[in-house]
């Protein structure tokens, strides 16, 4: 597994759209059906990744904490699931269910909405404003397996208080570290 940072999307970026299946209900979800009314966050995650499982149970509290304050939140995966079979959809369902996401897990086979994002690594966050412009992009927070940092969510936490006390964002936005994004090989 080599450590992959995000690639720190240009900020005032509109979000892109998209409109993908949900591995929990079968449905699809568009950009406009999670969106929050103050912000919304859109997490590239995915199933296997140690630095996803690391945070998970903090990014669960986070959307939890934030939504009832009118925030939308929305996890997307986009590996290859022909070389890394423990991230189909249907194990996705699974993962979603034993972690109690409380957000929409979105599959995105393609992987045109991780390249429209610029995705680059599992954890990737991106925190949009009301009217979808992008005012953060990094890390969850500095916790890492292995480093002994608490998991906080405090990076993401901030930005979110920031939008709802209309506060300018950090300048010195830290990018997210994980596992590289499995690309599909031509």
């Given amino acids: 597994m080599a450590l992959t940072p995000s690639n720190m999307l240009a900020l005032g970026t509109k979000a892109p759209n998209f409109n993908l299946p949900n591995v929990v209900t079968g449905e699809s ?3 406009s059906d999670v969106q929050g009314e103050k912000g919304t966050v859109v997490m590239f995650i995915c199933n296997h990744c140690p630095y996803v499982k690391h945070v998970n149970e903090e990014i669960v509290r986070l959307a939890n904490d934030y939504r009832v304050t009118g925030f ?24 979603a ?46 916790s890492r397996p ?28 830290r990018p997210s570290m994980g596992c590289g994004i ?3 090989k031509d």
């Fill in 72 to 95: 939308g939140f929305v996890g997307i995966s986009s590996n290859d699931v022909k070389n890394y079979p423990q991230d189909s959809p249907e194990k996705m369902a699974i993962v």
């Fill in 182 to 184: 499995k690309w599909k």
């Fill in 146 to 173: 292995g480093n002994r940092i608490q998991v906080t969510g405090r990076d993401v936490r901030e930005a979110l208080d920031n939008i709802m006390n209309n506060q300018p964002q950090r300048k010195d936005q």
């Fill in 97 to 142: 269910e034993e972690e109690n996401y409380s957000f929409p897990y979105l599959y995105d086979a393609s992987q045109e909405i991780a390249q429209a994002y610029d995705a680059a690594c599992t954890p990737d966050f991106y925190v949009f404003d009301a009217e979808l412009r992008l005012v953060y992009r990094g890390q969850l927070d500095a």
């Fill in 29 to 31: 979800n568009s950009l």
